[in-house]
């Protein structure tokens, strides 16, 4: 497991978007179009993590984050209800869900989604750099990319936030990387990893422009 590769407060901030239980229900209701080869996507759904995952997952994510440090977990209205309780008992803080508003609606049949939430956790107590920046965030959602790819410019707007040059930001679940990109291109270090090998070899091919002996990269599957 990766974060088992991390030593203990050694991260300055965690920025991740699992895949969590509930999208089971979406794919078998038909409400994504990103579950299967067709004729918009070529992609191979990835698998899903089942809730009780989050058991072992956040005391570890607790464990490697540094004192005085931010946590932000993407997921729907239904994971944030499991999340948060666990997440409180591994010795988080929650501060509040912050909203990405994609900007136009998405797939479904009550009241289409057309947002998807941010949870904002702290470990010890970190001042966000900006005070004025409100807890909707806007950005228009990313189409025909990787199976529910986040904008780059959701993920730059946490980590100027919640860390400084030269710290450390992890993603265990990068996906496409838009943290990684936001990251380096940020002049922070990067550390991700993904269960999928495909995610692995686009986060690479992504960040390989970025890299250099005194910005490292590291990844993981």
């Known amino acids: 497991m990766f974060l088992s590769t991390l030593g203990n407060e050694s991260v300055d901030l965690v ?27 070529s992609n191979d759904w990835f698998k899903v993590i089942p809730n009780a995952y989050f058991d072992d997952l956040l ?6 984050m540094k004192p005085n440090t931010h946590f932000y977990l993407f997921c729907d209205q239904e994971t944030m209800f499991v999340v948060k309780p666990k997440a409180e008992a591994a010795g988080f803080k929650f501060w509040k869900p912050i909203v990405w508003d994609k900007k136009k609606i998405g797939m479904g049949y009550h009241y289409r989604a057309r947002y998807e939430f941010i949870l904002f956790f702290e470990k010890g107590k970190r001042k966000l750099s900006n005070l004025g920046v409100a807890d909707i965030l806007e950005a228009p959602r990313i189409d025909r990319g990787y199976p529910t790819e986040k ?11 919640s860390s400084v040059p030269g ?8 996906g496409s990387c838009p943290v990684g990109i936001a990251a380096v291109s940020n002049k922070r270090n990067f550390s ?18 970025f890299y250099s002996p005194s ?3 590291d990844f993981s599957h």
Request: one cysteine or more.
């Open 15 to 41: 920025i991740t978007d699992p895949p969590y239980e509930s999208l089971e229900k979406y794919r078998k209701t038909g409400t994504t179009t990103r579950l299967k080869h067709s004729k918009s996507s």
């Open 59 to 64: 005391p570890e994510l607790y464990r490697v």
């Open 151 to 161: 904008p780059v410019s959701i993920m730059e707007t946490l980590i100027l936030q």
């Open 167 to 174: 710290e450390l930001v992890i993603d265990p679940f990068c």
């Open 192 to 209: 991700g990893a993904d269960m999928n090998r495909e995610a692995i070899d686009l986060s690479v091919h992504r960040l390989m422009e």
């Open 215 to 217: 910005n490292p990269l």
